[in-house]
C-alpha cells in the first residue's frame, strides 16, 4: 500500500528565517505530486506539480519554491518566511494526471 | 481556467436528516468532479470523483453526487446523516485539457446536531 509522510508536524518560525518542508511518498513509482496550502479556515490553493524527477511547475509561487530531488520526495522551502506564510501545508500524489489526489496529515505553519 | 463555487459557507442538519451540498463548477472542456473531506487537522480524503459515464456517482459513507451537465453543478447528496459526518467538505474539477491543475471549492462545513 501507498503512504504519504509529511515533516515536519508543525513549526513556529520567524519572519525571515528559512523554511523546508517535506513529503515523501512510499509504494508508488513515479508518481505526480503536488504541493497545496490552506490558509486557517480556508480553501486550498495549489502552488506546485511536479510529474517527474527534476522538474516542478509552478501554479501559484508565493515567494516559495519547490524541488524533486527523488522520484518519491517534494520539497517545499524559502529562504525568508513572511507572515503570510502562515497556514496548512499539504503534499497529494496521484497515479496519473487528471486522477484523484491523496493527500497526507499535512503540516502546520506559524510565522511569527 | 477552471474555477469551483459552493455557495454555503456552513451547513447545520439534525442527525437522520437528509443532506444536500452544493457546488458548481466553471470549466470549458470535459470537467473531472471530485467531492474531498476534512477532518480537524488532518489532510483531505476523496469521498467519489466523477469522469464520464453514468452521470450519478456513488461514494463512501452513503455518500453520492450528481452530474448536472446543463446546470455546470455536481451536488453532494446523503440520505441520513450522522454525528461522525461533521467535517469539511470540498468540491474539486480538473479537467481534459489541464489535467494537473486541480482547483478547489471554498469548502462548506457540515455540522450536524445528535
Known amino acids: 500500500a501507498q503512504t504519504i509522510h509529511q515533516w515536519p508536524v508543525a513549526e513556529i518560525k520567524a519572519v525571515g528565517s528559512p523554511l523546508s518542508l517535506g513529503c515523501t511518498i512510499k509504494g508508488k513509482s513515479s508518481p505526480n505530486l503536488y504541493w497545496y496550502w490552506q490558509a486557517t479556515g480556508g480553501t486550498l490553493q495549489q502552488l506546485f506539480y511536479?510529474?517527474?524527477?527534476?522538474?516542478v511547475e509552478s501554479v501559484v509561487q508565493l515567494n516559495l519554491s519547490a524541488s524533486r530531488p527523488k522520484d518519491d520526495q517534494f520539497i517545499l522551502s524559502t529562504e525568508k518566511l513572511l507572515l503570510s506564510h502562515s497556514g496548512f501545508y499539504l503534499c497529494?500524489?496521484?497515479?496519473?494526471?487528471?486522477?484523484?489526489?491523496?493527500f497526507g496529515e499535512g503540516s502546520r505553519l506559524i510565522v511569527v | 481556467a477552471q474555477s469551483v463555487t459552493q455557495p454555503d459557507a456552513r451547513v447545520t442538519v439534525s442527525e437522520g436528516a437528509s443532506l444536500q451540498l452544493r457546488c458548481k463548477y466553471s470549466y470549458s472542456g470535459t470537467p473531472y468532479l471530485f467531492w474531498y473531506v476534512q477532518y480537524p487537522r488532518q489532510g483531505l480524503q476523496l469521498l467519489l470523483k466523477?469522469?464520464?459515464?453514468?452521470?450519478v456517482v456513488q461514494g463512501v459513507n452513503g455518500f453520492e453526487a450528481e452530474f448536472i451537465k446543463s446546470n455546470s453543478s455536481f451536488h453532494l447528496r446523503k440520505a441520513s446523516v450522522h454525528w461522525s459526518d461533521s467535517a469539511v467538505y470540498f468540491c474539486a474539477v480538473s479537467g481534459s485539457s489541464n489535467t494537473n491543475k486541480v482547483v478547489f471549492g471554498t469548502g462548506t462545513r457540515l455540522q450536524v446536531l445528535p
Open positions: 497529494a500524489w496521484s497515479q496519473n494526471s487528471g486522477n484523484t489526489l491523496y
Open positions: 511536479s510529474i517527474t524527477v527534476g522538474q
Open positions: 466523477y469522469y464520464s459515464g453514468d452521470p
